[in-house]
């Protein structure tokens, strides 16, 4: 399949699921009047959803300036949450989020920062990220293990092979650091078992693919554990800005003027509908958020809210960055022709 049709494929698929979710918000007969809802929302609540948007963004581009200022490359924080900005609208267009790390690598190379540098600032943005998801549902889930299992009964099962998905990264990228050769041995094999399955069609470019993606690991993972003050930034970086989009979803509670559910397990449900949802192979892990929303969040949006509710949090979840993702590339692209148009001057 060519990379234009997926790319028709994928924002076909988002515009059916944006319009699903407005079907969902506005054709709930428990809701009388669906636009009286919105209009009467505590703008107050509506601000603090943006602020967790605005930090979770800002968060993530801190991880990038942190590392990157670290190594000595000057880059303003602007930058950096421009390079976060164009990662979360690439990830959300993309099939299994594929396009943001290469397209971020790509606009840090534009800003002056080598390739090499580029891959290991997002490589080590998302070991953080992938660490603290998982401790952060695992915390939240064994402090308010009752109300989950009351809250998702049959349900369960699906958050346990999410959370199992998302930590699976974790291990891995340790013993790619630490035992890397063992790794390598065993990516060999499953692909030589492949190969002969005839499931992959070029087993030595799978092989060298697999081999870079080792060396990098290995790299950043080892240059990470060499600067502990850099560890805490990253860690810190990660856990506020997930923390942050996490509690979208208790600001969109108050919101409403709901109440009855405390915010530590509104939080609990959030996180946990994250860790089920985000490993789908879809642009935005679209159909399985939504999906996940309502069933996650049944007995918590009463009075026939939760529709709206989808809406409000995917549009600060989702659509907000394809909305701003779009106008970020075109203000890198201003930013780039004057940067060098002043090169040229100067010359």
């Known amino acids: 399949m060519s990379s234009g049709l997926k790319k028709i494929l994928s924002f076909l698929f988002i515009a059916l699921s944006i319009t699903v979710v407005f079907f969902i ?21 509506l601000a ?11 968060c993530d581009g801190l991880n990038y300036w942190f590392y990157l200022r670290g190594q000595g490359f000057k880059i303003s924080v602007g930058r950096a949450v421009n390079v976060a900005l164009i990662g979360f609208y690439y990830c959300n267009i993309t099939p299994s989020a594929a396009g943001g790390q290469p397209m971020q690598v790509n606009s840090m190379r534009k800003a002056g920062i080598p390739v090499g540098y580029g891959t290991m600032a997002v490589t080590i943005r998302f070991i953080t990220n992938q660490t603290m998801t998982s401790l952060i549902a695992l915390v939240l889930y064994l402090l308010n293990h009752d109300f989950v ?40 094999m499953l ?39 850099q560890i805490l930034l990253q860690f810190a970086c990660s856990t506020l800005g997930l923390l942050s989009l996490f509690a979208t979803t208790v600001f969109v509670y108050y919101a409403f003027g709901l109440t009855g559910t405390p915010w530590y397990q509104i939080l609990t449900i959030s996180s946990l509908l994250f860790v089920s949802a985000s490993y789908t192979p879809l642009p935005g892990a679209s159909g399985a958020q939504e999906g996940g929303f309502l069933l996650y969040f049944k007995d918590i949006f009463k009075d026939g ?24 590339i ?16 100067n010359e």
């Open 48 to 58: 603090c959803i943006f602020a967790c948007w605005l930090i979770y963004t800002v």
């Open 25 to 45: 918000a506005f054709s709930n007969e428990d809701l009388t009047n669906a636009f009286d809802a919105i209009k009467q929302m505590n703008l107050t609540w």
């Open 305 to 328: 809210t939760i529709g709206l509710a989808l809406l409000i949090w995917r549009f600060f979840t989702f659509y907000l960055y394809l909305i701003v993702g779009v106008f970020t």
């Open 330 to 345: 075109i203000l890198e692209k201003i930013i780039l022709r004057r940067e060098a148009r002043k090169r040229k001057t």
């Open 191 to 229: 692909l030589n078992r492949l190969d002969k399955m005839h499931i992959i069609r070029n087993k030595e470019a799978a092989v060298s693919k697999v081999t870079e993606v080792l060396d990098t690991y290995h790299t950043a993972l080892l240059d990470l554990m060499h600067s502990p003050g």
């Open 149 to 188: 299992h009351q809250q998702l009964a049959g349900a369960i099962w699906i958050v346990r092979i999410g959370w199992l998905i998302n930590f699976a990264a974790v291990p891995l990228v340790l013993l790619a650091a630490f035992k890397r050769n063992w790794v390598q041995r065993f990516a060999e």
